[in-house]
């Protein structure tokens, strides 16, 4: 299948994703003024920064496409390998409302925002990495190098079952992430799901530039094939692209989602692993910085106080 994506779906995906961007900058800063209504103090951010931003944007890119692709078949499922990109699905948990299903004080208002942001990686709150208490989560989001592995364990026996499994270019270097790539020659039987992994190649793991990053593309693809896989690139966030991606018909797809580390981040500071503007709440600049990064994605228009999610 291949055509064009109606212009009312690319928006909707644009859209989700600016939402998701801005939630999950808010959990990693804010205690307070979560929509902003006023022009951001030192008192409005936490005493302790924890969390990682690199990866949000792409995990955020690859769950709304993935979301809106998918968006009639229940038999689908996400499976996240950078767990510590946890902002980001959390998020999306809350955007779907899956969150408010589990914990009804994460209601779709400015109440149940305010909980989602100054609980993030707070005490007796929310962890900074994917855990079990996560609806739908079954491993501690810090243990990278497993999901591909899960998601072929699910699929076993379930023909019924899709899953599409995000995996960090830092955490495809470890031993289990690359020998599950086997497993495609294993689960190869009409009598399993499908598995689509989906490669995050954004450059850079928490302290040095990750090894596939540093491949060329011919040499990435040779790899991938020689596994079994057919590899098909996505350049940056559009979803156009990536909406064209998932409609093509290949055997046993292997996409390659390029993005830059921490994008739509602060200019200065966007390639940060982890939190980009370490000290806004003692530094003027920096608060101000900030303030501009989190009005970059006019949440405004996306979210009501009272009514939630307007998309």
């Not at 079994?228 to 046993?252: C, H, M, R, T």
Request: include cysteine; aromatic fraction near 12%; charged fraction near 20%.
């Amino acid at each position: 299948m291949s055509g064009q994506v109606d212009y009312a779906t690319l928006d909707k995906i644009k859209k989700r994703i600016r939402a998701c961007d801005y939630l999950s900058v808010a959990q990693l800063y804010l205690k307070n003024n979560y929509l902003l209504k006023y022009d951001l103090s030192f008192d409005d951010i936490k005493p302790r920064l924890l969390g990682h931003w690199g990866t949000c944007h792409g995990i955020n890119v690859a769950y709304a496409n993935l979301k809106s692709f998918f968006n009639t078949d229940t038999n689908f499922s996400f499976v996240l390998g950078p767990g510590h990109g946890f902002p980001a699905l959390q998020a999306n948990l809350y955007y779907d409302g899956v969150l408010s299903k589990y914990d009804e004080k994460a209601t779709l208002d400015e109440k149940g925002l305010g909980y989602l942001c100054r609980h993030f990686s707070w005490p007796d709150g929310f962890p900074s990495h994917a855990s079990p208490m996560t609806p739908g989560i079954i491993t501690e989001g810090g243990e990278l190098g497993y999901a591909l592995a899960n998601a072929y364990g699910v699929a076993l026996g379930h023909p019924e079952k899709t899953l599409a499994v995000l995996i960090g270019d830092g955490e495809l270097e470890t031993a289990t992430a690359i020998d599950s790539l086997n497993l495609r020659n294993i689960m190869a039987s009409p009598s399993n799901g499908k598995v689509l992994p989906i490669l995050h190649l954004n450059g850079h793991k928490i302290s040095a530039p990750s090894l596939y990053a540093r491949k060329s593309e011919r040499e990435l693809n040779e790899m991938i094939r020689g596994f079994g896989f057919s590899p098909i690139w996505i350049y940056g966030s559009n979803p156009d692209d990536f909406q064209k991606a998932l409609q093509k018909e290949v055997e046993s797809p292997f996409y390659i989602l390029r993005t830059a580390k921490g994008e739509t981040g602060p200019n200065l500071h966007h390639e940060a692993h982890q939190i980009p503007l370490k000290n806004p709440a003692t530094d003027e600049n920096e608060l101000h910085e900030l303030e501009e990064w989190l009005k970059s994605y006019h949440f405004e228009e996306l979210f009501d106080q009272e009514k939630g999610f307007i998309i």
